[in-house]
């Protein structure tokens, strides 16, 4: 079935560098790929996500880039603040399905 | 405001006890799912609905049940809880479109002593 990794678990950065995210999926025919932000005690968020149709699209500080070729896509964020920190989650899901396979996570936290 | 609603947001019982968990939501989706995640860690499907009357289990074993009565309206049930049910519970909803983007709801934290 599908399996979604993610790395790195956990990311450190710096206030005002950059961070980024990466994850892998196995399944060719996944066409749509979620990125959700959860803070601490609060709900996933969607926060930006990208179609198989497309390689890259940014939201202000935020971009996802895809490589189908390479089954890989990732999450960079720029000028990284603190209220960046939260766990970050990726997500795939096939073509034609209801299901969304997430991948465990990337614990990041932004000190200032 | 269109919204996922859980109730209880946190709860604490005893072994054996048998629980519902409430999801309502009132963005008009057809979708609805049931995650469990440990605090911080990945999320796993348990159960989903693709409209009133359609139930379907997900790629984690789960012993909950779920119903779908009313379209705004999923709730999951636990006959008799167990120690090894305790973990937050996250209900989701999504419409029918291009990408099934899933927004979730507050979630609700059980313990089972």
């Known amino acids: 079935g599908e399996n979604v990794e993610q790395h790195p678990s956990t990311l450190s950065v710096q206030e005002g560098d950059s961070a980024v995210i990466k994850c892998t999926y196995s399944d060719s025919a996944s066409n749509y790929f979620p990125w959700y932000k959860q803070e601490l005690g609060k709900r996933p968020q969607l926060i930006i996500d990208i179609r198989s149709n497309v390689g890259e699209k940014k939201d202000q500080r935020i971009a996802v880039t895809l490589n189908k070729t390479a089954k890989h896509f990732s999450l960079h964020i720029t000028e990284t603040q603190p209220e960046d920190s939260a766990v970050y989650f990726c997500?795939?899901?096939?073509?034609?399905?209801?299901?969304?396979?997430f991948g465990t996570g990337t614990r990041l936290q932004v000190f200032p | 405001e269109a919204d996922i609603y859980q109730t209880p947001r946190y709860l604490v019982i005893g072994t054996g006890k048998k629980i519902t968990l409430e999801c309502s939501q009132t963005?008009?989706?057809?979708?609805m799912y049931w995650y469990q995640q440990d605090p911080g860690m990945e999320l796993h499907l348990i159960h989903y609905s693709y409209g009133v009357n359609s139930t379907e289990k997900g790629d984690l074993s789960s012993e909950s049940t779920v119903s779908r009565i009313r379209t705004e309206h999923f709730p999951l049930t636990l006959e008799s809880a167990r120690p090894s049910h305790t973990s937050q519970y996250l209900c989701?909803?999504?419409?029918?479109?291009?990408?099934?983007?899933?927004?979730f709801g507050p979630g609700t934290r059980l313990t089972v002593l």
């Open positions: 997500a795939a899901r096939r073509k034609n399905t209801d299901k969304l396979i």
């Open positions: 963005m008009g989706h057809d979708k």
């Open positions: 989701a909803s999504s419409e029918y479109s291009s990408t099934d983007t899933q927004y």
